[in-house]
T-cell receptor, first 115, second 113 residues
Framework: DSGVTQTPKHLITATGQRVTLRCSPR?????VYWYQQSLDQGLQFLIQYYNGEERAKGNILERFSAQQFPDLHSELNLSSLELGDSALYFC??????????????FGPGTRLTVL | DAKTTQPPSMDCAEGRAANLPCNHSTISGNEYVYWYRQIHSQGPQYIIHGLKNNETNEMASLIITEDRKSSTLILPHATLRDTAVYYC??????????????FGKGTLLTVNP
């Protein structure tokens, strides 16, 4: 158990719909990362938040957005869903003290299926 | 971040050492080598990281060549639970503001009974 929680575990929805994935980081971790894992693209970085502010963006579509709340939990919003958005979505957290490497702890993921 | 090259798959007998190679010939001076693994569809798990010295922890050992262009992850006594995809990642260790991990295809290690 990494200490990172993600809900829901599974999500099945239809094309065109909007969903929200939730992540609670480990206690004390200020940084949250979102990753997408699909069969054809592998594990890809989407976006990072640090203490409530967006810090970096990766290959995140404009239909996707995220935020980190004052209690440090984060939500990833996916809208106008397409079949190709079906994937595992992982959240990871780390301390990010800025003084060197801090390992990232990954949650169990949310499996999104778009029908 | 520097690119890494790993074999797509490897087999290992249970109880034997598993040696997973990684090439990172374009690594820069401030880039570390990190290893993560992912057991079927679970979240990736950190294993170990290093800069230029060999490192060991309770999970594995990391051997980095003197020129830092390649490294080997060693699982000293592989068990069936070590069957997973192992990712070698090269990334800045300090001085940055974004510590995202760039995953390649990794090596699927299969430990056989």
């Amino acid at each position: 158990d990494s200490g990172v929680t993600q809900t829901p575990k599974h999500l099945i929805t239809a094309t065109g719909q909007r969903v929200t994935l939730r992540c609670s980081p480990r206690s004390g971790d200020l940084s949250v990362y979102w990753y997408q894992q699909s069969l054809d693209q592998g594990l890809q970085f989407l976006i990072q938040y640090y203490n409530g502010e967006e810090r970096a963006k990766g290959n995140i579509l404009e239909r996707f957005s995220a935020q980190q709340f004052p209690d440090l939990h984060s939500e990833l919003n996916l809208s106008s869903l397409e079949l190709g958005d079906s994937a595992l979505y992982f959240c990871a957290s780390s301390v990010e003290t800025g003084g060197g490497y801090n390992e990232q702890f990954f949650g169990p993921g949310t499996r999104l299926t778009v029908l | 971040d520097a690119k890494t090259t790993q074999p797509p798959s490897m087999d290992c007998a249970e109880g034997r050492a598993a040696n997973l190679p990684c090439n990172h010939s374009t690594i820069s001076g401030n880039e570390y080598v990190y290893w993560y693994r992912q057991i079927h569809s679970q979240g990736p798990q950190y294993i170990i990281h290093g800069l230029k010295n060999n490192e060991t922890n309770e999970m594995a050992s990391l051997i980095i060549t003197e020129d830092r262009k390649s490294s080997t992850l060693i699982l000293p006594h592989a068990t069936l639970r070590d069957t997973a995809v192992y990712y070698c990642i090269v990334r800045v260790g300090w001085g940055g503001s974004n510590y995202k991990l760039t995953f390649g295809k990794g090596t699927l290690l299969t430990v056989n009974p």
